[in-house]
């Protein structure tokens, strides 16, 4: 059974900092790209925004909204993925989640597409306050 748990959510001051982690179990680990998302407030159900991706040898690939303020890595030896966040603003106010099971060697454009993943943790909340 895959399961991926997140942790490392909470409520900042803009400006500040966060650092997600996310332990994946049930498949072999560094086989796969593992991705980062997240659902904005009112955002219809399932409608997913692209943070990050990483295949299985470290490439990164990020969203335009995203790039120079967070960094996606991974631990191989803990089965655990990683998001820092730096410099966050109100508008990073979302659930976030990730994703695992993108077959390792992925296009970036697959690796920041919600609709490659199959298997979902259940989301840490980050709220960014003014």
């Known amino acids: 059974q895959v399961q991926l748990a997140e942790s490392g959510g909470g409520s900042v001051q803009s400006g500040g900092s966060l650092k997600l982690s996310c332990v994946v179990s049930g498949l072999p680990f560094g086989d796969y790209c593992l991705g980062w998302f997240r659902q904005l407030p009112g955002v219809v159900e399932r409608e997913l925004g692209a943070?990050?991706?990483?295949?299985?040898?470290?490439?990164?690939t990020y969203a335009d909204s995203v790039k120079g303020r967070f960094t996606i890595s991974r631990d191989n030896a803990k089965n655990t993925v990683y998001l820092q966040m730096d410099s966050l603003r109100p508008e990073d106010t979302a659930m976030y989640y990730c994703?695992?099971?993108?077959?390792?060697?992925?296009?970036?454009?697959?690796?920041?597409?919600?609709?490659?993943?199959?298997?979902w943790g259940q989301g840490t909340q980050v709220t960014v306050s003014s």
């Open positions: 943070i990050a991706g990483i295949d299985s040898d470290g490439t990164t």
């Open positions: 994703a695992a099971d993108l077959p390792r060697g992925s296009s970036s454009r697959d690796a920041l597409s919600p609709y490659k993943y199959n298997y």
